[in-house]
């Protein structure tokens, strides 16, 4: 993409739009509406050729294709529970692309707290609704979210165990919660 000093630029994974301002190599400088410059690689930007405001100006909101666009299709919501042999088990994916739009200005450590935050939740979640099993899917890596989980579970009423090798290899840990009847 070819940018120029004056194009209108939207940043891909955050809510900002302005002016190109500066370019230097790869580095492109923009200015916002509000005054604020930032830099941003070529890679990260996307050239807005025309305000939406301008384009809905000529687009006819009684056309058939635009109302059948706009009606909302009714999605089959994606459940973190899977049912296996009348048992209820809760999969959680612990990615942290799974868990954020974007893992733009997170460190490592802030993205482990969020797994191990997002772990804690789901297996008090399971605890409070009584939901016997538990899948924390966190890859394979370095180790060191599979140590974090195990320093957790060890503060709860739970028995844990690597999860089944076939069907999510060895970055899974499965966990048995204890039910108190």
């Not at 070529?42 to 009684?62: C, H």
């Amino acid at each position: 993409m070819c940018l120029e000093i004056g194009n209108k630029v939207a940043v891909i994974d955050a809510n900002i739009r302005g002016v190109v301002v500066k370019l230097n190599g790869d580095n492109v400088f923009v200015l916002d509406d509000e005054g604020m410059e930032y830099c941003f690689t070529k890679k990260e930007l996307v050239k807005v050729e025309v305000d939406q405001s301008e384009l809905s100006k000529y687009s006819d909101i009684n056309n058939p294709m635009l109302k059948a666009k706009i009606q909302p299709k009714e999605k089959k919501k994606k459940t973190s529970f899977v049912k296996d042999k009348k048992e209820v088990i809760m999969e959680v994916d612990l990615h942290a692309e799974k868990l954020v739009k974007s893992t733009r200005g997170m460190d490592n450590f802030d993205i482990l707290s969020l797994q191990i935050n997002t772990a804690k939740h789901k297996l008090e979640y399971c605890i409070s609704k009584k939901i016997s099993k538990l899948v924390l899917i966190h890859g394979i890596g370095d180790g060191v979210l599979k140590t974090e989980l195990k320093y957790l579970l060890n503060n709860y009423p739970v028995k844990y165990y690597d999860a089944s090798y076939q069907k999510y290899g060895q970055g899974a840990t499965e966990v048995y919660v204890f039910q108190n009847e």
